[in-house]
Structures are given as C-alpha cells and as structure tokens.
C-alpha cells in the first residue's frame, strides 16, 4: 500500500477544504462537484462476498434446597479494553482500534470524567416543526399527488447543515445529552427518512449530496460539540455512499471523523453499538465496499488518482476501526467478527503489508496489518505460513553454512526437524526428540517409526500426531480432564514434579500450525484466549503468562453445572450467608485426597454473603481457569510459543487460533464432492453416485462422522474442504466388508456396493465404530 497522505493539521483550516482546493489545481476540477447520480433508485453497488481427574464439586445439590430462585441475572464483565490514541494532529494519527502493538491500553472505566463526558455549550438548535408523522404524511400524499415540494423542504432544510441535521433528529432539541450511552438521536425517525431517500428523484438526492458538502466544508474552529458528532453518527448512515459516484464527499466525511479527538471517538463507540443489527452491518459492509473499490475499481476513471486520494483507505479503516470496538463491546456481538473481513484483501500482497506493519509498526506507514480485523482467516494462514517457511528456510540455510564452515559434508537431513520414534514408547521418545532437538523445532517436520521402512511424504508425520494426541489426552493418561457436559478437554490441576509433558502438548500444536496440520483437539476457546496472553513471550521470565480475564461465560464452556450453580448464587434472593454456608474457601478431590485453597488470605474464615457474592464467583473461576492450573499451562504456553513465536501471532483472534489448530466445523460436502479425486473409480460409477447420494443425504451428525472416519478430525482446513486432498479408491474385495479409511492419506476405500442400501448400511456401521482411526 502507498504511504497514508498527510492532511493538514487544523489550525491551518479544514481537511475537507484543503482537499478541495488541492484538486481544483489539479486537472480534475470537477472532483469537488457534486457528483452526478445515475439514476433515481440507484442501489448499492455490488456487495462483496465475504464471507468463529480432579472433580470440582458443584452447587446443584445447595442450590436444589433454596426455594427462592429467580432467572441467572447477567453478571459479565467485558475484558475489552479501547486503545485510544493520542492524537496531536493529524499527521500522528495512529490506528484507533484495538491495536495489537499498542502496549499502552486504556480501559472505559478508567478515563477521566472529563474525557468521558466534557460538558461544550450546546448551540440554540433551529426551530424544526417536522415530526416522524408528519414527514410520512408527506411522503404518502406523493404516492397519490405526484407532489414531492413538501418533501424537497424537508430534505433540503434537514441536510443543509449540522444544526439542522440535529434540530430534525434530535429527541430533545433542548438537552445536551452529554451521556455516553444515549445519543439523543431519534433513530427511527433517521431510519425513515433514509429508507424514503433513495426512492426520491435525483434533484432532491441531489439536494442532500449539496447540503452534506456544505456542511463538510464549513470552517470549524475548537473542539467538537456533542451536536457536531451527532451529525457525524447521522451522515455515517447515509445509503447513497453505497453508491460509486458519492465517493469523494464519503471520503471527506470519513477523514473529519479519524480526526476527531479521542474523547469523541470514545462517544461514537458507544452510539455505534446501540444501532440496530441491520444498520451496524450495512455501516461496515458500505466501508468494506469503498475499501475493496478503491484497491480494485471497476472504472478507475470514477475515481481522483491514487496519488490524490491515498488517504481514503487508512480513513475508512480507522472508522472500521470504531465500529469493530463497538461490536466488541457487545454481548453476544451484534455481528459476528467474520463480517468484519474482506475478501478483497486475499488477493493483495499481504507479505509487503506484513513486513510494512513490521519495519513500521504503527507510525503513519498505512498497513492493513494495523487492522487485523479486516484480514480473513484464510489471509492471515498464508502470512503465517510465509512467515513460518522464511524462517525454516533462513534456520536451514544457517545450519548449512555451519557444517559448510567447519568442513563437514552437509547432509541434506540436516535441513529438517528429523523425528525418531518407537510406537511401543511414543509419548517418551517423542519428548526426548524434541527436547533434545530445540534449535530445529521451526524446520520442516519428518518422522520415522523405528524398525519400519518408509519414507515420509506427510502420511507419517499425520500419523505421528493422531497417535500422540490420542495417547496424551486418554484419561488414564491423567494430564487432561474430559468434560462429557461440554465434550472438551481442560487441563488436570494435579501437582506434579515435572510438567514437560504440558510443553510437549504445546510444542505438539505449534508444530500442527508450522506443517499446516488439523489436529482432532477439544480445547474450549478460553484456552486459545490464555495462549495469547501474551501473543509475544515477555522477554522477563518473571512475567505471568497465560493469564486473562474471565467470567462464568468461560467457565461454562468447560464445566456448564458448575457455571450455572454459580450463576444461581449470584441470583439468589435469599440470605446467602445462611442459606448457602460458605466460605471463601474451596475443595479440589487430588489422587483420592481432598484438599482445600483459600481464594483470598483468610478465605476460609470469611463467610459469602449478599454483598461479597460477586467478589466469590468471579475468585473462584479465576482460580479454576488461571491459578490453579497455572504451572501446567505455562508449560504448555512457552511449548507452543517456541515453535510459533511470531509476530503473525499478533493479528489472530482466540477463536482464529482454534481454526488454524483444529479446522474450521463449517462443513459443506458438496464442495467436498467437487475436489474429490478417485482410484479406480470415476465419478460417474454407479457406486460413486450412490456413495454421494447417501452421504450429501445424511444428517450433520452422520457427516462429520464420516469426516472423522476418514481425516481424523471432523473439522475442515481453513483452506476449506479441497485442502483435504479427499480421495476414494477402489477396494477390491467383497461387498461384505466395510468400508476401510487410511486416515494418514484422508483416503476412503470403498468396496463395489451393488446397491444404494447396502452401501448406505455398511458406510454407517464403518463411520460409527471406527475411532477416527478406520478399521483395518
């Protein structure tokens, strides 16, 4: 991406008109007129497709004496925290996001009450006599009169200026509404007159364009009034941006808003959040469309030269920006972060703007790392991958020049992390090699079971991980606790002498991300939140890792009859202190023994009450999801990070890291079908067809059974199902048998059934008993 473009700071005079007379010099004068729109009900322009052993005793049995219960009351605390930047001018203008390299973080509630909510004198507003009725009225005379004056009045009365924009919007014209959480807009009335827009003829649309450039250019000197960001928050929802020609004034209107002090932007995040799900998405998918427009015009001449206008992108996603905080902020969101991609992005070159936000960071080098919210999933694989294989490839070439210094032979072996094991000691073998080979855990991975013969082309090394992983999580194995509430696993908070094996866990998983392998982990997404506490290990090993903040949403995910006891205590109506006789002490059962912790010094002579119930739950989950298993995910964090220590970690959300990890659980088997390739079968055999008519019939369940039967895992790559690299061969032997999978291969051997029923039949028993690990 060309470098941000430098906008004049404010004292010298406004963004907006130091643009415009810019290009009036330039040869496109006509930049700065209104743009013409094509016709009277012109749409958006074409959207993008875009696409995530030791038992804790619960309360069920206290809570089952209680008489008194009312519904689990919400009691979440949000662990966002808004990055605002210190903005001087708008040369410095960093992202205003939850920025990944932004060490300095600033929470809501820890602004100033100034910055919060500093009280401006609020402008004696115009007198606007036009209700929500009445502009309806209007509009339904024209249906019938063909009459549009009344109409034409409003808008070009209501548009033609930020007093105006609030005299007709504005709930109350005489309240300041200097709140955070009420705008003070009344948004059906906004909604309305929007909807009615763009079914108006072009003169009035025309109207509105005029009065929205009037109002942009206006000079302005001092801070923002709450009115100003009114008008801002109202002009954002405007849907002829959707429309290529309106553009340039759209771009104008997105920088005046990345201007905006921080205080401001701390307001617009919170209107932002309280729109309407439908009107939140159709804000970020408009600012994807003018982002993926821009990089990608369809008719570059709508457009002022790239050299003119290079600070549009970076404007929009700093707006962009202000919205994902506000989903953020939300629980559940109001759009899932997925919408926030854009495809566009994949067919970048996302390694320049890698190593851009790498050599820059966040100075006012514009690089859409800075935004990590916008790259998909499936982009940020590839910058992982790329950045994995530049690192395999530089610790390579390393160890060739030491064998070359010293007069050794180089041995092309040397060029890989070369793994040595005896299936009768998997587990053991397999830690010695990788303790021993640290310096190689970034080369490329090959694995030999001794006394076999066989080279590894990949089936090995699949083969390597299933085994190992399901060895380590049985439960006789006692590292991992599985949860059959919830069907995950969760760390066992065994004391031990040596928790090596955790590290190997984490060692395990990096080393899937590095080889691109899907691994069949049930973790829950508070782990990955853990493992990217920090993305980067501190340099200080004093420094606590793995450590976040969480809640009884998280602790559901693991245990959900423990969660909802203390979702029932922290509801409870009656006496808790008599009722419920607890301390701030709790149990934990370790081989046949009990043992009791404090939760805070003294906690097993500090009785639970109504008012220290909070202060209760929220210690008790962080001493079951941090502290007390905080030695065995440490191990598990510094294995992990010592394979994937990268700053590509930085751009990845939890539930990112989960996908690269485990895959994607979106199946579609028709994609499936598609990327299928065949061994002594073609995809017109009628055992093919009836092979696919059984199974794109087959319920969810049946489906992801099949996939696990024959990958091992029943989660898809993030490259999607033509990553699998599926195939179905032909097995020569009788239509008695069952079908036989090589999980290593994602290979499916398929007898010749002779009928759809009989097929059908065999394939369930085979899918259904298998394991995962086939039956041969």
């Not at 025309?206 to 801002?232: C, F, Q």
């Amino acid at each position: 991406m060309s470098e941000a473009g430098r906008a004049p700071s404010r004292a010298a005079s406004p963004a907006v008109a130091a643009a415009a007379s810019e290009e009036k010099k330039s040869k496109e004068p006509e930049r700065e007129k209104l743009p013409p729109i094509a016709t009277a009900n012109a749409g958006a322009a074409a959207g993008l497709d875009r696409g995530a052993k030791g038992h804790i005793s619960t309360f069920s049995s206290i809570v089952t004496t209680v008489n008194q219960k009312k519904e689990a009351a919400e009691n979440r605390s949000s662990p966002t925290h808004l990055v605002f930047p210190n903005i001087k001018n708008v040369r410095d203008l960093p992202p205003i996001c939850l920025d990944v390299r932004q060490k300095q973080r600033l929470s809501i509630d820890a602004l100033s009450s100034e910055i919060k909510a500093p009280v401006l004198p609020e402008p004696v507003l115009p007198t606007q006599p036009k209700t929500m009725k009445d502009f309806q009225e209007h509009v339904e005379k024209v249906k019938s009169s063909g009459d549009w004056k009344a109409v034409h009045d409003f808008y070009l009365t209501t548009f033609d200026s930020f007093p105006e924009l609030n005299a007709a919007f504005k709930k109350d014209a005489t309240a300041s509404f200097n709140t955070i959480e009420d705008s003070g807009i009344n948004a059906k009335f906004v909604n309305a007159v929007y909807d009615a827009l763009l079914n108006t003829p072009q003169d009035i649309q025309k109207t509105v364009l005029k009065g929205i450039i009037n109002s942009l250019l206006r000079e302005w000197k001092g801070p923002r009034t709450k009115d100003d960001l009114r008008a801002y928050f109202i002009l954002l929802q405007n849907p002829q941006f959707n429309n290529t020609s309106t553009y340039v004034i759209y771009a104008h209107l997105l920088r005046q808003i990345t201007t905006l002090v921080e205080a401001d932007h701390h307001f617009l995040i919170h209107w932002f959040k309280k729109l309407s799900q439908k009107r939140f998405k159709q804000l970020v998918e408009r600012l994807l469309q003018f982002i993926s427009l821009r990089l990608f015009p369809a008719k570059p001449e709508e457009f002022p030269p790239i050299t003119k206008c290079s600070w549009w992108i970076p404007s929009a996603s700093k707006v962009l920006a202000l919205l994902n905080t506000a989903n953020n902020l939300v629980h559940p969101p109001l759009i899932p972060y997925t919408d926030f991609y854009n495809s566009t992005l994949d067919h970048i070159d996302l390694m320049e703007e890698y190593h851009t936000w790498q050599s820059f960071g966040n100075s006012h080098r514009f690089s859409f790392c800075q935004y990590p919210f916008v790259i998909s999933i499936t982009a940020k694989k590839i910058i992982i991958q790329r950045d994995s294989e530049q690192q395999m490839i530089s610790i390579a070439r390393q160890s060739l020049v030491d064998k070359v210094s010293r007069r050794q032979r180089p041995d092309m072996n040397m060029l890989f992390l070369n793994m040595k094991v005896r299936r009768t000691h998997l587990v053991s073998d397999s830690l010695d090699e990788l303790t021993r080979k640290t310096a190689d855990l970034k080369k490329k991975l090959k694995v030999t079971f001794v006394g076999e013969a066989g080279l590894d082309m990949g089936g090995l090394t699949k083969e390597w991980f299933l085994l190992l992983i399901r060895q380590i999580f049985h439960p006789d194995y006692g590292m991992f606790t599985y949860h059959k509430d919830s069907h995950c696993h969760w760390f066992s908070s065994f004391k031990c002498d040596n928790y090596s094996e955790f590290r190997l866990v984490g060692i395990l998983m990096g080393l899937a991300v590095y080889n691109s392998i899907t691994l069949d982990i049930r973790f829950p997404p508070c782990c990955y939140k853990k493992l990217l506490s920090p993305p980067i290990v501190p340099s200080d090993q004093n420094t606590p890792v793995g450590i976040c903040s969480v809640t009884t949403d998280d602790l559901c995910q693991i245990m959900p009859e423990l969660a909802h006891g203390l979702s029932e205590l922290l509801s409870y109506e009656g006496n808790v202190e008599e009722d419920f006789y607890s301390t701030f002490q709790v149990f934990q059962e370790e081989f046949g023994i009990i043992k009791s912790y404090n939760l805070k010094p003294g906690g097993d002579k500090i009785p639970v009450t109504n008012q220290n119930r909070k202060e209760y739950v929220q210690l008790y989950v962080d001493f079951l999801l941090n502290k007390s298993i905080y030695k065995q995910f440490a191990a598990f964090y510094y294995g992990f990070h010592s394979v994937c220590a990268s700053n590509a970690l930085m751009l990845l959300r939890p539930e990112e890291v989960e996908i690269l990890v485990c895959g994607s659980p979106e199946l579609d088997m028709h994609a499936l079908q598609r990327s299928t390739q065949y061994d002594g079968y073609a995809k017109t055999d009628l055992t093919i067809r009836y092979f696919w008519d059984v199974v794109l019939g087959f319920p969810l369940d049946l489906q992801k059974k099949l996939l696990h039967f024959t990958t091992g895992s029943d989660r898809v790559p993030v490259g999607g199902m033509a990553d699998l690299n599926f195939k179905i061969s032909k097995n020569e032997t009788s239509t008695n048998w069952l079908p036989v999978a090589h999980t290593c291969f994602n290979q499916l051997c398929l007898p010749p059934y002779k009928s759809k029923k009989d097929l059908k039949q065999k394939l369930i028993i085979g899918i259904s008993n298998s394991e995962g690990f086939g039956l041969e």
